[in-house]
């Protein structure tokens, strides 16, 4: 157990819907990153926030936008969903502000299926 | 281009047999190095991570890796399998990009089923 969790686990929905994950962060640390993965693309790297302010961003589509809340809890949002959508996000978790040697420790993942 | 290739996408392999896992990265900076594991229906688990000075690195579960400068490689080893390790292993190396950020950048993924 890493010590991130996320909610929900499974999420099905429909073209055009618009749907929320959340992810927990390990206690203490102040970096959520956002990572999608689908078995066309692999791992891709969407969105980091350190410590309630946008860090990084890699190839998070502009229908798709992430917070980080006070008590560093992180919110992704997706809208406007479509089919290739559908994939496995994961929320992980850094200490610091995302430092280059820096560990990063993921959650389970919530897999989103867009019908 | 910074990247990270996984030279095998899938490795059979029998119980208690050996097993290398092969990664290559291309980077013309310092690189921090990372394997992680992926068990069926969960999260990437880290096994073991290179940052510097000792080139072979030992991580969770028996497994090792080697960093080769030269070769630019870094490669997983496990010198006796078990079945519990079928899962997917994920190669990463962490980059720094200009504006001050930085990335984790993983291979495609490496399947390693172990058989009975």
Excluded: M
Aim: hydrophobic share 35%; proline share 4%.
């Amino acid at each position: 157990d890493s010590g991130v969790t996320q909610t929900p686990k499974h999420l099905i929905t429909a073209t055009g819907q618009r749907v929320t994950l959340r992810c927990s962060p390990r206690s203490g640390d102040l970096s959520v990153y956002w990572y999608q993965q689908s078995l066309d693309q692999g791992l891709q790297f969407l969105i980091q926030y350190y410590n309630g302010e946008e860090r990084a961003k890699g190839n998070i589509l502009e229908r798709f936008s992430a917070q980080q809340f006070p008590d560093l809890h992180s919110e992704l949002n997706l809208s406007s969903l479509e089919l290739g959508d559908s994939a496995l996000y994961f929320c992980a978790s850094s200490v610091g502000e995302g430092l280059v040697w820096e560990t990063q420790y993921f959650g389970p993942g919530t897999r989103l299926l867009v019908l | 281009a910074q990247s990270v290739t996984q030279l095998d996408s899938q490795v059979p392999v029998f119980e208690e047999a050996p097993v290398e896992l092969r990664c290559n990265y291309s980077s013309s900076v310092s690189v921090y190095l990372f394997w992680y594991v992926q068990y069926p229906n969960q999260g990437l688990q880290l096994l073991l991570k290179y940052l510097s000075g000792s080139t072979l690195v030992k991580g969770i579960n028996g497994f090792e890796a080697e960093f080769n400068k030269s070769q630019t490689s870094f490669h997983l080893r496990k010198p006796s399998v078990h079945i519990s390790d079928t899962a997917e292993y994920f190669c990463a190396v962490s980059l720094s990009f200009s504006g001050g950020y930085n990335k984790l950048i993983f291979g495609a993924g490496t399947r390693l089923a172990v058989h009975p």
